[in-house]
T-cell receptor, first 114, second 114 residues
Framework: AQKITQTQPGMFVQEKEAVTLDCTYD???????LFWYKQPSSGEMIFLIY??????QNATEGRYSLNFQKARKSANLVISASQLGDSAMYFC???????????FGAGTILRVKS | EAQVTQNPRYLITVTGKKLTVTCSQN?????MSWYRQDPGLGLRQIYY???????DKGDVPEGYKVSRKEKRNFPLILESPSPNQTSLYFC?????????????FGPGTRLTVT
C-alpha cells in the first residue's frame, strides 16, 4: 500500500522568504510519480510540480522546486520568494506506474505574512 | 479550453434524497475518477473508470454509484445521501488509466447533507 505523510498541519512564512513543505512517502513500487497541488480558499486543485522516481534532477517550475531524496523517500516542496498569493493548502500526492489513483497526504496550510 | 467541469458547485440536500453530481471532460481522456476531501484526511478515491463501461471501486465507495456510458461523462450518484457524505467532491481525469499521467481536476462540488 502507498502512503503519503505531511507532518506540518500549518506553516507561517514571511513574505519574500523561502519555505519548505515536507512530504514523505511509502511505497514498494519502483516506478512512481510525485505531485504537489495547491488549493486556495476558492477550493480548486492547482497542479504545481511533478517528479518522476527515475528523474535524476530535482524538478523546478518557476518559484517551485521539489527536493527529491529517493533513499529517504522524501519529496519536499520548496517555494522561493513567498508571496501573499501563496497562502493556501498544499497537498503532496503520488501515483505508481500501474496504479489507478493518486494517493494524497493530509495537506499543509501555508500562511504568508506581510 | 481543456477542462473538467462539475455541476452543481454547491448543493445542500436532506438525508435520503437521491442526487447526482455530473462530471464532464473535453480532453478525450480515458481515465476518470471521483475523490472526496475531508479535513485531516486529504483526498480519497471513491470510484474510478479506466474507459467507457469500465468502472471500479476506490478506497471509499460505500454509498456511491457511478456510470460511464460516454467517454466524456462520469456522474456520481448518491442514492440515499447521509450526513457523513457531507464533503467536498472532486472529479478528475487523465489521458490514460495507467502510466504516470497528470490528473486534471474539476472545480469541486461542496455537498452538505442535513
Amino acid at each position: 500500500a502507498q502512503k503519503i505523510t505531511q507532518t506540518q498541519p500549518g506553516m507561517f512564512v514571511q513574505e519574500k522568504e523561502a519555505v519548505t513543505l515536507d512530504c514523505t512517502y511509502d511505497t514498494s513500487d519502483q516506478s512512481y510519480g510525485l505531485f504537489w497541488y495547491k488549493q486556495p480558499s476558492s477550493g480548486e486543485m492547482i497542479f504545481l510540480i511533478y517528479q518522476g522516481s527515475y528523474d535524476e534532477q530535482n524538478a523546478t517550475e518557476g518559484r517551485y522546486s521539489l527536493n527529491f531524496q529517493k533513499a529517504r523517500k522524501s519529496a519536499n516542496l520548496v517555494i522561493s520568494a513567498s508571496q501573499l498569493g501563496d497562502s493556501a493548502m498544499y497537498f503532496c500526492a503520488m501515483r505508481s506506474l500501474y496504479g489507478n489513483k493518486l494517493v494524497f497526504g493530509a495537506g499543509t496550510i501555508l500562511r504568508v505574512k506581510s | 479550453e481543456a477542462q473538467v467541469t462539475q455541476n452543481p458547485r454547491y448543493l445542500i440536500t436532506v438525508t435520503g434524497k437521491k442526487l447526482t453530481v455530473t462530471c464532464s471532460q473535453n480532453m478525450n481522456h480515458e481515465y476518470m475518477s471521483w475523490y472526496r476531501q475531508d479535513p485531516g484526511l486529504g483526498l480519497r478515491q471513491i470510484y474510478y473508470s479506466m474507459n467507457v463501461e469500465v468502472t471500479d471501486k476506490g478506497d471509499v465507495p460505500e454509498g456511491y454509484k457511478v456510470s460511464r456510458k460516454e467517454k466524456r461523462n462520469f456522474p456520481l450518484i448518491l442514492e440515499s445521501p447521509s450526513p457523513n457524505q457531507t464533503s467536498l467532491y472532486f472529479c478528475a481525469s487523465s489521458l490514460r488509466g495507467q502510466g504516470i499521467n497528470e490528473q486534471y481536476f474539476g472545480p469541486g462540488t461542496r455537498l452538505t447533507v442535513t
